[in-house]
């Protein structure tokens, strides 16, 4: 998953809309969630992670951190209403 990127996961979760890979500094402009989010989803995983930008309907989108670990992703999902 960490070498395919979006289209990987877009197919992972049956999503036939945009999916956007984001660097960590435009998903998290402030550093609010590095130390925890991202810290805690890297270890989890293979020591790397990934972020995604899933576009819903209106407003909404979903962001997905994920990593790799024995063959299976692990990660987080979490929804945003943006404005």
Known sequence: MLTGHAEQLKTLIGHGGSVEELSYDQWDPKGQY???????VKNAGNGEAKVFKVELEGAREEYYVVSVTDGKVVGLKALSVES
């Open 34 to 40: 590095k130390k925890s989010v991202l810290e805690a």
